[in-house]
């Protein structure tokens, strides 16, 4: 009697293994649901790490962040695991992977050492209209990515700047944060999941570590502020980089990239809770019409 071959999974290939409780959870509950939660950490990172930059440096504080967020993954994805089973195609696109979350973290800090955060998101969300437009099909689609555009405007407050060398590290984190929206859609398509996420920032963190560790070093003589930069590298780089494979997965890449406009509201709400900041009636205009934009964009039928 021959015996049955079970054919392996994607995940299984790829050296993860099945998680039917996080996969009920990931697909029960609407992918705008893990981009919300992701768009409220992706500003609560960074509002944490400015205050941090005193004590360990710009390239400390990306330094740390990685770090963090490579060991709380390593062991949940095996990453050397993942990566020696994958095909060459599937190395490749992690290796690009890695690298983008490893520069893009390193100019973003460097960019809000300088510039002001909302020019430094201003300019981050340009790149973003570009990878939306790519995937607009129709005219709904241009009007509300027009609607949100402007109301993204609105809040933001563009701003330029004298300084060239920040705005060169803006610019630089702008081009790779389109990196990281269609490196990771097809990292979240290719059925790597999670753990590819888990691998590329292993691999961000071989990057980085000979560049940020020595501004580093004093947070380990430090607990509180040790404690502190892991907060921020859990909240900057381990939920919403999760949230993001998870909302990527299901969403169109266009629809993904027009989303974005709303993490100016995000960060204008942030500021109502945490800094006691109320927004005027320019922002709550702006805050209407992203709103508007994102509600009327109707999602592609394929990626």
């Known amino acids: ?66 770090a963090t967020a490579a060991l709380i993954f390593a062991p949940l994805t095996k990453p050397w695991r993942v990566f020696a089973r994958a095909d060459r195609g599937r190395r490749l696109l992690l290796l690009a992977f890695g690298v983008c979350l490893a520069v893009m973290n390193c100019s973003f800090y460097l960019a809000l050492d300088r510039l002001p955060i909302s020019l430094v998101a201003a300019i981050e969300f340009v790149g973003t209209i570009a990878v939306a437009l790519v995937g607009l099909r129709s005219r709904r689609n241009v009007a509300a990515l027009a609607v949100a555009v402007l109301g993204t405007l609105l809040l933001i407050d563009v701003k330029w700047s004298s300084d060239p060398v920040g705005l060169f590290w803006a610019f630089l984190n702008g081009a790779l944060f389109v990196g990281y929206i269609v490196i990771g859609h097809r990292v979240a398509q290719a059925g790597v999941g999670i753990a590819g996420l888990g691998t590329a920032m292993a691999i961000a963190f071989l990057i980085v570590l000979p560049i940020g560790f020595s501004e580093a070093v004093p947070a380990f003589s430090t607990p509180q502020l040790l404690i502190a930069a892991i907060g921020v590298g859990v909240c900057s780089s381990v939920i919403p980089y999760i949230c993001d494979q998870l909302a990527m997965a299901r969403l169109p890449r266009a629809s993904f990239a027009l989303m974005l406009s709303l993490l100016p509201l995000t960060a204008t709400l942030i500021g109502v809770i945490v800094l006691r900041q109320m927004p005027g009636f320019t922002d709550c205009l702006g805050i209407a019409l992203v709103i508007a934009g994102v509600a009327f964009h109707k999602p592609a039928a394929n990626t």
């Open 1 to 66: 009697m021959k015996a049955q071959t079970q054919t392996p999974t994607a995940n299984e290939a790829a050296g993860e293994a099945p998680r039917p409780a996080l996969s009920g959870l990931a697909t029960a509950l609407p992918p705008h649901v893990w981009f919300c939660v992701s768009a409220v950490f992706h500003y609560l990172g960074p509002a944490f790490a400015v205050l941090l930059f005193d004590q360990v440096g710009v390239l400390g504080m990306a330094w740390l962040r990685i």
